[in-house]
Nanobody
């Protein structure tokens, strides 16, 4: 069973930075897409940043210029560097892997990010 484990969340003040990590284990695919999503209380889950199997990256408007998604293939780890954090970035952040028919097949349990004003 593929397993995704996120870490790196925490509480920071506005303007601060955090780096989230997502370690993927028990995956047999060599190339696969991954992404970061987030869900704030009372809101729907939304995409933040995407890392394609071909190495391309894409960001939603809220993340552009502030967040950077990257991968370390040797460590099977996905990262999300978040700078200039805002209170509206407060959410549970999830990583996801393997996009099939526009749906990610595997999800982590999430890591909480809280940004205070």
């Amino acid at each position: 069973q593929v397993q995704l484990v996120e870490s790196g969340g925490g509480s920071v003040q506005a303007g601060g930075s955090l780096r989230l990590s997502c370690v993927v284990s028990r995956i047999t695919r060599s190339c696969y897409s991954m992404a970061w999503f987030r869900q704030a209380p009372g809101k729907e889950r939304e995409g933040v940043a995407y890392s394609g199997a071909d190495g391309t990256t894409r960001y939603t408007e809220s993340a552009k210029g502030r967040f950077t998604i990257s991968r370390d293939a040797a460590k099977n780890t996905l990262y999300l560097q978040m700078n200039s954090l805002k209170p509206e970035d407060t959410a549970m952040y999830f990583c996801a892997a393997v996009l099939i028919n526009n749906e990610y097949q595997y999800w982590g349990q999430g890591t909480q990010v809280t940004v205070s004003a």
